[in-house]
């Protein structure tokens, strides 16, 4: 189903003006294919699953471009969840690579085997797992929240 290239909303296809916000629609070309070559509309000219990986690929760096760029709704909450999700595994991996010694790379799985390092190897590899899961998830075209920062991401996203 289409979305509204200016407020994110489903539109059914083949209408002229959105329901949610009256923006007027393109038109579908001649054979009935959406405008794109299959790509919804009001996004970045790929399918919905495809940029909903893509936010998590390069963690909270293209969750926040996608955060900026797309207007639709599954593409945003996935986006903010990287952000929220990343974005804080990264300044937490910050703070516990300082309190090792000053060096983000210190204390990696084979490192520094101090308290801090040992939490440092299990954020880092709660943090692999959860990028895995969430392109997997994301890329199946499934709402997967992960417990406490998707209801923050579903906050930022708008819903």
């Known amino acids: 189903?289409?979305?509204?290239?200016?407020?994110?909303?489903?539109?059914a296809p083949g209408v002229a003006f959105c329901p949610s916000c009256?923006?007027?629609q393109s038109a579908a070309?001649?054979?009935?294919a959406p405008a794109g070559g299959g790509q919804a509309a009001g996004g970045v000219g790929m399918e919905e699953n495809v940029a909903g990986l893509l936010c998590y690929v390069l963690?909270?760096?293209?969750?926040?471009?996608?955060?900026?760029?797309?207007?639709?709704?599954?593409?945003?909450?996935h986006a903010?969840?990287?952000?929220?999700?990343f974005g804080g595994l990264h300044v937490l991996s910050i703070i516990l690579a300082?309190?090792?010694?000053?060096?983000?790379?210190?204390?990696?799985?084979?490192?520094?085997?101090?308290?801090?390092?040992?939490?440092l190897a299990a954020v880092r590899l709660i943090g692999l797992i959860a990028?895995?899961?969430?392109?997997?998830?994301?890329?199946?075209?499934?709402?997967?929240?992960?417990?406490?920062?998707g209801d923050?991401?579903?906050?930022i996203a708008g819903k």
Do not use: Y
């Open 1 to 11: 189903m289409p979305f509204c290239a200016k407020c994110g909303a489903q539109v």
């Open 22 to 24: 009256g923006a007027a």
């Open 29 to 32: 070309p001649a054979g009935g």
């Open 59 to 77: 963690g909270w760096i293209t969750g926040l471009i996608f955060l900026l760029i797309d207007k639709r709704p599954f593409v945003r909450f």
């Open 80 to 85: 903010a969840q990287s952000l929220v999700t």
């Open 98 to 119: 300082v309190a090792i010694g000053g060096s983000i790379f210190a204390g990696g799985m084979f490192g520094t085997w101090t308290l801090f390092g040992m939490i």
């Open 131 to 149: 990028w895995i899961l969430c392109m997997v998830k994301a890329f199946q075209h499934e709402h997967f929240k992960l417990p406490f920062v």
């Open 152 to 155: 923050i991401a579903e906050n």
